[in-house]
T-cell receptor, first 110, second 114 residues
């Protein structure tokens, strides 16, 4: 299984872009990169996912390097409500389960 | 609005008790999951089910069992609760299909075993 590595914590000023990195150097060609977040006392929430190309939705952008060994989640204008733990997950292509690591605790500061 | 609900937000049980955690989803999803979450360990998969009466072990199934009698309901059972099962338990559901694998999570049940 591909493993992911993320920083333990990051700070970001309110209104600025938050760039959350993730390394997944052993990812296989048919494995997707997914991002979830978990706000305190809530269940995790899906943000975005991608395979090779960069992706954007109403919540965030996902930039995947050409070699697919790393990716970056971008929150373009972080707000205080974006304070959460962010999980980068590589989807195993057998079975139907994710592996959630410890994630990155993002603190958006006023 | 899609919904995954869990029977309790907080639960306190004694060692040796049989504990039932219930999860219900209203999205007609085939797949359902039970995770536990502990500080510093992230989420760990206990069991999952991809159809009624089907179940598969996740990464840490020891000490747990599950039941899926109806599509919308997935129960996690602690046959004899122990203190090391004190944790936050999260249920999730998803629809199958390649390319998109969005899991919807419930709010969680914080279980304390004393």
């Amino acid at each position: 299984d591909a493993k992911t590595t993320q920083p333990t914590s990051m700070d970001c000023a309110e209104g600025r872009a938050a760039n959350l990195p993730c390394n997944h150097s052993t990812i296989s060609g048919n494995e997707y990169v997914y991002w979830y977040r978990q706000i305190h006392s809530q269940g995790p929430q899906y943000i975005i996912h991608g395979l090779k190309n960069n992706e954007t939705n109403e919540m965030a952008s996902l930039i995947i390097t050409e070699d697919r060994k790393s990716s970056t989640l971008i929150l373009p204008h972080a707000t205080l409500r974006d304070t959460a733990v962010y999980y980068c997950i590589v989807y195993r292509n057998y079975g139907q389960n994710f592996v959630f690591g410890p994630g990155t605790r993002l603190s958006v500061l006023p | 609005d899609v919904k995954v609900t869990q029977s309790s937000r907080y639960l306190v049980k004694r060692t040796g008790e049989k504990v039932f955690l219930e999860c219900v989803q209203d999205m007609d999803h085939e797949n359902m999951f039970w995770y536990r979450q502990d500080p510093g360990l992230g989420l760990r998969l206990i069991y999952f089910s991809y159809d009624v009466k089907m179940k598969e072990k996740g990464d840490i199934p020891e000490g747990y069992s599950v039941s899926r009698e109806k599509k919308e309901r997935f129960s996690l059972i602690l046959e004899s609760a122990s203190t090391n099962q004190t944790s936050m338990y999260l249920c999730a559901s998803s629809a199958p299909g390649t390319g998109t694998y969005e899991q919807y999570f419930g709010p969680g049940t914080r279980l304390t075993v004393t």
